[in-house]
Structure formats: C-alpha cells, structure tokens
C-alpha cells in the first residue's frame, strides 16, 4: 500500500514546526546549533519554524497524510544560490539569527557555512529538510517523501541537491542516486556536513 502525499499548506504550519521539532532535537547538526539538551528543547523549534515559514512562502512542503513526516523543498534556477538578501536589502541570515536567538551565533553561521557550499550554474531541487515523528522512522515514510520528488526530477531531467547530516543519512541517500560533491562541510568544533547531488535518471540508467 502507498503512501499518501499532499503538499502542506498555512493550516499545517503548527503540525510541520512540532514534526521537524521531533525529529531533529538528537540531530548531530542541530545538536551543534543548540547546545546542550534542555536549552535545545526550549529554542530549536523556532529555527524550524522560520525554515517552515520560508519553505511556506518560496518553496513546497510534502506532507505525508496522517502528518507523521514532512520534506522542505525549494527550486533553484540556474545561476542563482538563494541566499544573500532578506527582503528589504538586509542580510538573511543576520535577520534569522535576530529573528530564531539573538545571542546564538551558530544560527547565522550555519546558513552563511551551508550557503557558501551550495552549487550554482543548474537548475536543480534542493531537500532542504526532511523530518520523520520519531516514533514511525524505519517505515519508509522518508523514502517515499523523496521518491515522489526525483520521481519528477526524472521526468524534467532536473537535478537535485541536499546536506546530508550523518554518514548514516549518506548511505540512504547514496541508495536514492545521490552522491557526495565536493569535500564535507565541517562545522567549527562541530560535526561534518555531507554536500550531495544527484544527476537526473534517465529510463535507461533506471533500468
């Protein structure tokens, strides 16, 4: 039996910021943006909801039916890394860490960091996030959320592109035609981050 996709709309904010939440408070990456378990229980979800806010207005939320897991994409022309500028000419990641937790340094740094790695010059679809309820992973909900994605990135000969958090994360996404570029992104006295890109398949490379 498949599972059922629909893309998130305002009504589902609540229920994507409290997924992603979940999903990555043990996440080596948001374990470096916020130190420290209690001081991430109480802050994290406020990154995850800027990022939901932005992915809302500029990209697309997949949801799966029974809102037990999410994907954040965005579409990125050609030529263009969409970062830099918040609206009005100011800095975006200057505004995301006033915006998330003033005193925390690491918000702005992991958006500039992660900016500076992102490719340029095709257009492709980039995962920007995707989060499963603690509870359900293992049951290929995150798979599947992917799936339908390169499903049509196949179909366009579109490529896409995302940072994998682990070497864990790495081999699921190698499994789904992804593959490491570049060297990884390591955080200041932190974990590595994986850059991926995954060249659209044709019928023939499928088979």
């Excluded at 998130?8 to 910021?17: H, N």
């Excluded at 969409?82 to 200057?94: K, L, M, P, S, Y």
């Excluded at 081999?171 to 035609?177: P, V």
Aim: hydrophobic share 40%; net charge negative.
């Amino acid at each position: 039996m498949g599972v059922a996709i629909r893309t998130a709309g305002g009504d589902d904010r609540e229920l994507v910021v409290r997924l992603l939440d979940e999903a990555f408070q043990d996440d080596p990456v948001s374990s470096w943006v916020f130190p420290g378990a209690e001081y991430r229980r109480v802050t994290h979800h406020r990154l995850m909801a800027a990022f939901t806010d932005a992915t809302l207005a500029d990209g697309r939320v997949d949801l799966v039916e029974d809102g037990s897991a999410c994907a954040l994409w965005m579409s990125f022309p050609a030529g263009d890394p969409g970062h830099g500028e918040a609206d009005g000419g100011d800095d975006e990641f200057a505004a995301l860490r006033h915006a998330v937790d003033p005193d925390n340094e690491r918000v702005e740094m992991i958006g500039r960091l992660t900016a500076g790695i992102h490719p340029q010059g095709r257009a492709h679809e980039y995962l920007w996030m995707i989060g499963v309820a603690p509870g359900r992973q293992g049951e290929g909900l995150g798979t599947a959320l992917i799936g339908s994605v390169l499903d049509r990135c196949d179909r366009e000969g579109r490529a896409a592109y995302l940072e994998a958090s682990s070497e864990r994360s790495v081999r699921l996404y190698r499994r789904l035609g992804f593959e490491l570029t570049g060297e990884p992104l390591r955080l200041p006295g932190g974990p590595l981050m994986y850059p991926m890109w995954r060249e659209p398949r044709t019928a023939g490379a499928q088979a």
